[in-house]
């Protein structure tokens, strides 16, 4: 795991890279989309929870040429966000930590 983290987090961290690439299917590794140490008052560390799994070129190229430029060129992080939460049956978090992930802006203020 990337950084520190209870139990369920470093769970959550090992299904999402075992999930591929969220665009191309292939092996792996994290991208905290929002920031890894990404806080919201009352509701915690998001920063563990908003994880795509992207290869390895792809996460260099996200921080490389920056989020709107990489989003324009592939797809919204949010939107590969949900995509990859449909795999799922059960997450590991609650409705309100969700919902704070999807509303989050880059001032730190739910939206």
């Known amino acids: ?3 520190k983290g209870n139990k369920a ?5 090992d299904a ?4 591929g690439c969220a665009i191309t299917g292939s092996p792996g ?6 920031g890894r140490a990404t806080k919201v008052k009352y509701i915690g560390n998001l920063g563990f929870w908003a994880l795509l799994p992207l290869t390895d070129e792809l996460h260099k190229e996200r921080h490389h040429i920056g ?14 966000w949900l995509r990859m ?5 059960d997450l590991p978090f609650s409705d309100e930590i969700y919902d704070a992930i999807l509303n989050y ?3 730190g203020r739910i939206a």
Do not use: A, C
């Open 67 to 80: 989020k709107t430029m990489w989003e324009d060129k592939y797809q919204p992080e949010k939107v590969l």
């Open 85 to 89: 939460l449909q795999r799922f049956q």
């Open 29 to 34: 590794v994290i991208h905290h989309f929002l």
């Open 9 to 13: 987090q470093q769970d959550w961290d």
């Open 105 to 107: 802006s880059k001032t």
């Open 16 to 19: 999402v890279r075992v999930q």
């Open 1 to 3: 795991m990337h950084g």
